[in-house]
């Protein structure tokens, strides 16, 4: 399923494109780094997977993707929202190949903000569960890198090909230190950081930046009353992270001044306590 808002007219200004995966609900992070991301004049391809929310206690969120769409739209952004099941290997190329046509250009950025989150630990983890994070999580997350190295040409009338060169191209990746009681999670979100920080050196020479940002607590609707009580008492700020905190530091990293960041694991969470 595709949905793709288009604003008019035809002519206007060309604005890069980023592809931010993960964007199913409309208060999740990866929602309001694309809201961010629009309003800083990009065009936004993303993807989402309803069956992952469907078997989440938090639910599908009706026309999340028709919505979220829609507001990049009035924020003056082209939109193409691609369901895509990250299990399936084949998924990162047909997810560029829609990006690439719909919007009418290659992918400059790339956010990845998807994940498979069911909590279990050491002794109860299944080795389904095990291996459906270490697919969502990490396998498809290289195979989106993988993608994007072997497709970027760097943007119109940018200084590209050399590593000495003007970066133009981006990598964020959203990751998480939480690994008790969530192993498979965390564990897949370790190899996920590993993997963006070999990018930034193994796609320096095409004048790509690759970062990992960790957001801290955040809750977009997933924490329990305790949980979060005690969260916002471990944070000197006296507040829980928020989708636009997430944002306004991918928004950077994207942006010409964000270039020199990089090879990073970068930690926006307000000085929370691990």
């Known amino acids: 399923m595709t949905i793709t808002e288009q604003p008019s007219p035809a002519s206007r200004p060309a604005r890069p494109i980023a592809l931010i995966t993960g964007v199913g609900r409309s208060i999740g992070i990866g929602a309001g780094i694309a809201r961010r991301l629009a309003a ?15 078997r989440m206690e938090w639910g599908a969120e009706p026309g999340a993707a028709a919505s979220i769409a829609k507001e990049l739209a009035e924020a003056g952004a082209r939109t193409a929202a691609i369901e895509a099941d990250l299990t399936d290997p084949d998924a990162p190329a047909r997810i560029f190949d829609e990006a690439e046509q719909r919007l009418g250009g290659p992918v400059t950025a790339l956010v990845l903000a998807h994940a498979e989150s069911v909590d279990s630990g050491l002794l109860d983890t299944t080795v389904e569960a095990f291996d459906r994070h270490f697919a969502v999580n990490s396998r498809a997350s290289w195979l989106l890198i993988r993608e994007y190295g072997l497709r970027f040409r760097g943007a119109p009338g940018s200084a590209t090909g050399t590593a000495t060169a003007t970066a133009t191209g981006r990598i964020v990746a959203l990751t998480s230190d939480h690994t008790v009681g969530n192993l498979p999670y965390g564990a897949s979100k370790g190899a996920l950081d590993r993997i963006t920080l070999a990018a930034a050196h193994e796609l320096a020479h095409l004048g790509v930046t690759a970062n990992v940002v960790n957001p801290g607590p955040v809750d977009t609707g997933w924490m329990t009353d305790d949980l979060r009580e005690a969260l916002v008492r471990g944070t000197p700020l ?9 944002a306004h530091l991918v928004d950077f990293l994207c942006s010409p001044e964000g270039q020199w960041i990089n090879g990073q694991l970068l930690k926006s969470n307000g000085g929370a306590a691990a």
Do not use: I, K, N
């Open 40 to 54: 800083s004049g990009w065009d936004v391809a993303f993807t989402y997977w309803t069956p992952y929310d469907r």
């Open 238 to 246: 006296g507040r829980l992270g928020t989708p636009r905190d997430t």
